[in-house]
């Protein structure tokens, strides 16, 4: 079976513009978690969907957004870019809400100049 | 802020058992210790979890304390591909299932 996949792997963008990141989780999975890794430190819980309706939300204004489609894939919309927002953004799949382990794609590199 | 506190960096020599400890003075009987790794430019990778009782799988040994405030990860025969950083994080059963992540340690295997 094919593991949690992310696109694009990479991006670069300019302050003020949008993004929106694509995730599809394993299949079977029906919870999607994103977070934001910055260099050095460890992820950062951004959002968590199941069953298409958030679950848990971090601490990130109201520019970042997520939703979670019918087939379980999911994307992460972040506006108004800032150089900040430059990270990693991991998208993790699990089998439900509680299950145990999380599997990470390989995530998306964003580059805001 | 993570609940969990971890040295920043360790060395193991390859084919050494690696021992990475972790310190979660603060954890609630509901809160299960969870570890996962990250090799470099990969996505984190869950290795193991336990709520009380030492845990043992295919990648590593788990051993909480018995007053289950500190906890060791064990790689029984680590290998250069055991370098990364790895991460001891806290989470609990309750409507919010984030998983909250410290900094992690940094494990350097040396052939």
């Known amino acids: 079976d094919a593991g949690v996949t992310q696109s694009p792997t990479h991006l670069i963008k300019t302050r003020g513009q949008h993004v929106t990141l694509r995730c599809s989780p394993i299949s079977g999975h029906k919870s999607v978690s994103w977070y934001q890794q910055v260099l050095g430190q460890g992820p950062q819980f951004i959002f968590q969907?199941?069953?298409?309706?958030?679950?848990g939300r971090g601490n990130f204004p109201d520019r970042f957004s997520a939703r979670q489609f019918p087939n379980y894939s999911s994307e992460l919309n972040v506006n108004a870019l800032l150089l900040g927002d430059s990270a990693l953004y991991l998208c993790?799949?699990?089998?439900?809400?509680?299950?145990?382990?999380?599997?990470f794609g390989p995530g998306t590199r964003l580059t805001v100049t | 802020d993570a609940k969990t506190t971890q040295p920043p960096s360790m060395d193991c020599a390859e084919g050494r058992a690696a021992n990475l400890p972790c310190n979660h003075s603060?954890?609630?009987?509901?809160?299960?210790v969870y570890w996962y790794r990250q090799i470099h430019s990969q996505g984190p990778q869950y290795i193991i979890h336990?709520?009380?009782?030492?845990e043992t799988n295919e990648m590593a040994s788990l051993i909480i304390t018995e007053d289950r405030k500190s906890s060791t990860l064990i790689l029984p025969h680590a290998t250069l591909r055991d370098t990364a950083v790895y991460y001891c994080?806290?989470?609990?059963?309750?409507?919010?299932?984030?998983?909250?992540w410290g900094a992690g340690t940094k494990l350097i295997i040396k052939p």
């Open positions: 994080i806290v989470r609990g059963w309750d409507s919010n299932y984030q998983l909250i």
């Open positions: 336990g709520l009380k009782n030492n």
């Open positions: 993790a799949s699990s089998r439900n809400i509680q299950s145990y382990e999380q599997y």
């Open positions: 603060t954890i609630s009987g509901n809160e299960y």
């Open positions: 969907y199941y069953e298409k309706e958030e679950r």
